[in-house]
């Protein structure tokens, strides 16, 4: 018995299944063990997402980096909610350290391929607004924008009084 585990275990492959060739039952049951950015960071990723060009919510604890958010956008036509969590900042803020990196090129990537949401959450993110103007602008359906944990460093009393004249359901952070 020992010999013939030993000999199967030769005989396998070792490559990166083709996850385009995966029955939808497997690739729905892959799909929820897998963080989505193990998925949409693939070389396959393209086709793969366009498997789900049906896809109405998202929702990742991991930040996305702007290509994958495109990926997403592009593929993906009839999104309608996306749940954006950048555990990496949270970290980083909850242990007291200063974020020095901008995240309005991601805002500006949602902006320009999704303008079909109607609800948006983005936590752990900072930027200097812009990229949130540009979404304001870019998701002409959005109701729901939470920005609890969102960073911004030149939010004002006016573009908050635009923010809430357009979104039905507004939730700020503290930190704006």
């Known amino acids: 018995m020992k010999l013939s585990c ?3 275990a030769k005989g396998e492959s070792t490559t990166k299944p083709n996850w ?7 690739m729905k049951n892959i799909l929820q063990r897998l963080d989505t950015v193990e998925i949409v960071t693939s070389a396959q990723s393209r086709e793969f997402v366009k498997r789900f060009s049906l896809l109405e919510e998202l929702s990742c604890s991991n930040s996305l980096s702007q290509d994958c958010l495109e990926v997403i956008g592009r593929s993906c036509p009839l999104l309608k909610s996306l ?6 900042f949270i970290r980083r803020i909850n242990a007291g350290l ?3 990196y901008d995240e309005d090129d991601k805002a500006f990537v949602i902006a320009k391929t999704m303008s079909g949401l109607c609800h948006l ?9 812009g990229g949130l103007v ?12 939470n920005l609890r944990g969102y960073r911004c460093s030149k939010f004002s ?9 357009k979104i039905k359901d507004l939730q700020l952070s503290n930190y704006l």
């Open 121 to 129: 959450k983005l936590n752990g993110f900072f930027s200097n607004c």
């Open 98 to 100: 200063e974020n020095s």
């Open 134 to 145: 540009a979404i304001l602008d870019g998701c002409p359906l959005l109701e729901s924008l």
């Open 6 to 8: 030993t000999k199967k």
């Open 20 to 26: 385009l060739e995966l029955p939808i039952d497997l």
């Open 157 to 165: 009393p006016g573009l908050e009084k635009r923010f809430r004249e």
């Open 83 to 88: 749940n954006l969590e950048n555990l990496f």
